[in-house]
């Protein structure tokens, strides 16, 4: 769903004439992001998945997502992650309840990436972050259940969270970047007392 988040961006940036909207915002602690999915591209890299440390995979991932929470607990004063937040405590739950992994539908996997998907995750037991949903998998309802095969640029198996979270970014991408008429008197204060 990132084409969605990428596609809030341009038209977001259009409707507010540029990215003046962003001047007067606050963002607290933004790192925490870079460090979260840093720690992320690191553990679900090929090499990573073959090394020894492994093993670690579902322990810090689990980290990687409370690094991620806490930046979103301090974001609060936006709509947009309130609503991303709900999502993310969706899919937190999942993960954590399932010891670092997100159950994903066997019979949705099939119908989006094909039977070579669904075989490779039967065989290796987890791919990544995901593990084969059962009756053994916990809160199932709110796992990767919701398959989009088409169109490309969305194709996916993805769970209710993943849906929340996409509307509460892109929520906050039009906050973020919204250029307010009391902007424009605060810019002139500044020109003139500059």
């Known amino acids: 769903m990132l084409i969605i988040v ?8 259009i409707v507010n004439k540029g990215l003046r909207g962003i001047e007067h915002k606050k963002v607290e602690q933004f790192y925490l992001i870079l460090l979260g999915f840093t720690i992320q591209l690191v553990i679900f890299s090929q090499e990573f998945s073959y090394s020894k440390l492994n093993f670690l995979t579902p322990i810090l991932y689990i ?56 075989e490779l995750l039967k065989q290796a037991g987890h791919f990544n972050n995901a593990i084969s949903m059962s009756p053994n998998t916990h809160l199932n309802f709110l796992s990767d259940i919701i398959a989009i095969p ?28 919204k250029f307010e008429k009391n902007q424009e008197k605060i810019d002139e204060e500044d020109f003139i007392e500059g």
């Open 150 to 177: 088409r169109p490309r640029f969305l194709m996916g198996v993805y769970s209710i969270g993943d849906v929340v979270i996409t509307i509460g970014i892109t929520i906050f991408i039009f906050e973020f970047l």
């Open 63 to 118: 980290y990687s997502l409370f690094i991620l929470l806490i930046f979103m607990v301090l974001n609060l004063q936006y709509k947009g992650i309130k609503i991303a937040g709900i999502g993310f405590l969706s899919n937190l739950a999942v993960i954590v309840s399932n010891g670092g992994y997100m159950p994903q539908d066997l019979l949705k996997i099939e119908l989006v990436w094909g039977q070579e998907k669904v």
């Open 6 to 13: 990428l596609i809030a961006i341009i038209i977001a940036v």
